[in-house]
């Protein structure tokens, strides 16, 4: 698959400049981490507008856990509004759409007040291609995203598949080349250079087949996903929008806000508990195993992270919002031994998941407990935070 | 045991499961950064030491700040083994 070239047209190339190499470890996921970039280079504050909102979800049928949805495998990159919009107050997220170039996106004016993130698809490369161009050229870097089973810097090269988001901040087409950087340190991604247009165009319409005991063998076809960022001309990070998201974490996480018609928070999580203690007798097979060793230990550290990014965008709110001095203090204290509770918590899955002792479900539950005492404490002070 | 023998044998362990291979496992170099040991290989490899030794780490010290050197964990399984003795 070589670059499509319009025939007798020039070759050209560009380059951005000065993009954001933003990594912080309690970003959420790859997405996140290069949403981050784009929005700083856009001249935003990752730690606020990219704030998602305080929560905890389970649900007892699939035994999936989540923080703001639930963390459930997808087959496809196609999402709905609904799907897409459950964590961010800043930001809107249309529903996935096939980009057509006759009918280009542009900003929504019912969201003029938001930072618009747009998720594209197109199953023909050279589209993709012209637009990917088109957005360089216009000085945008571009989120894209590629199955890590076709790009070579990354370990999980022709061994592993998966989804991934890099950002692409030049081509040069005289060469077949992208720049491009991913520095997503959580899945040991640390690139910063060029790659063949060949390879990461490939990478781009991969099926990603995928293969695990809780779903069996599926595949997500990426079909040259990638993303846009604009803001909307009446953008601005406001008092009250910074407070909106502490109210919503405190109705989410009190159960009295549902999600995706789902009541979450605090009794969740006593109901997530209770259903652990409750496999004590079972027969840890391939699936439980699994359950334990990837997927629970997978979700609780995305909690343990949500829990610090929470933190970090308090202490980025308490230069904008008054809220007293002792209450910040802590929050911060409570949402830190929450944060190193789920990181144990995701620890002790991982080791009932090699070590099959029902004994440290156990430990786990307890660990469970101490999270919900801490966020209990955080729920009244975001209240007092909110007033 | 001695204390050397329990940081030869844990030194060992690390540098079978190591994913940045090395010669020598250093007792103070950080096992994240020098040896790419991240979460998931530390479990794994704190579920065998406990094998190795007889021994249960407590929940609360599974984590890389807690054990961020191989010198954290042969201190850790040293005291571990001298209590079980008195």
Same mark, same amino acid.
């Given at each position: ?69 639930? +963390?459930?495998? &997808?087959?496809? *990159?196609?999402?709905?509004?609904? %799907? /897409?919009?459950?964590?961010? !107050? $800043? ?124 779903? +069996?063998?599926? &595949?997500?076809? *990426?079909?040259?996903?990638?993303? %846009? /960022?604009?803001?909307?001309? !009446? $953008? ?136 919900? %005492? ?14 | ?86």
């Amino acid at each position: 698959m070589s670059a499509p070239y319009e025939v007798g047209a020039a070759k050209s190339k560009r380059s951005i400049p000065d993009v954001p190499r933003y990594f912080v470890p309690h970003v959420g996921d790859c997405f996140a981490n290069a949403y981050g970039a784009v929005a700083k280079h856009m001249g935003l504050n990752p730690e606020l507008v990219l704030a998602d909102y305080l929560c905890f979800m389970y649900d007892e049928q699939t035994e999936y856990i989540g923080i703001n949805f639930l +963390g459930r495998y &997808s087959t496809s *990159v196609e999402f709905t509004e609904e %799907e /897409l919009n459950s964590s961010m !107050e $800043f930001a809107y997220l249309p529903p996935t759409a096939i980009y057509l170039e006759q009918n280009k996106p542009g900003l929504l004016p019912e969201y003029k007040d938001r930072l618009q993130i747009r998720l594209l698809i197109q199953d023909d490369p050279a589209i993709a291609y012209r637009r990917t161009k088109e957005l360089l050229d216009a000085g945008r870097p571009v989120i894209a995203v590629v199955d890590l089973h076709g790009v070579s810097y990354h370990r999980a090269f022709k061994r592993e598949h998966g989804i991934h988001a890099v950002v692409l901040t030049g081509y040069d087409e005289e060469n077949q080349i992208y720049e491009l950087f991913d520095k997503y340190k959580l899945s040991s991604s640390d690139f910063d250079g060029t790659l063949p247009m060949e390879e990461i165009m490939q990478a781009r319409s991969a099926l990603c087949l995928q293969n695990n005991p809780i779903t +069996g063998p599926f &595949s997500r076809p *990426v079909r040259n996903l990638w993303m %846009e /960022l604009e803001v909307g001309e !009446e $953008f601005r990070v406001t008092e009250e929008r910074i407070r909106a998201i502490i109210r919503q974490s405190s109705l989410r996480m009190k159960g009295l806000q549902p999600v995706h018609g789902r009541v979450c928070g605090l009794e969740r999580l006593e109901a997530f508990r209770q259903s652990l203690l409750d496999k004590k007798e079972i027969v840890f097979d391939e699936l439980e195993v699994y359950r334990f060793r990837t997927y629970y230990n997978r979700s609780m550290k995305g909690l343990s992270r949500q829990r610090k990014r929470f933190q970090a965008f308090i202490q980025e709110a308490s230069a904008l919002i008054s809220i007293p001095g002792d209450v910040c203090a802590e929050l911060n204290e409570e949402l830190e031994a929450s944060a190193m509770r789920w990181d144990i918590a995701a620890n002790l899955s991982l080791k009932l998941g090699i070590a099959r002792k029902p004994a440290i479900l156990d430990e786990l539950c307890e660990q469970l407990r101490f999270i919900r %005492e801490a966020e209990t404490k955080v729920v009244g002070y975001l209240d007092r935070c909110a007033e | 045991m001695t204390k050397e023998e329990i940081e030869l044998k844990i030194c060992e362990m690390i540098k079978e499961r190591a994913p940045i291979p090395s010669d020598t496992i250093r007792l103070d170099e950080d096992l994240r950064e020098n040896y790419g040991v991240d979460s998931l290989v530390l479990v794994e490899l704190l579920v065998e030491i406990e094998c190795a030794f007889d021994i249960t780490f407590d929940s609360s010290s599974l984590t890389n700040e807690f054990f961020s050197t191989a010198g954290t964990i042969a201190d850790y399984v040293y005291q571990r083994l001298a209590a079980a003795i008195l």
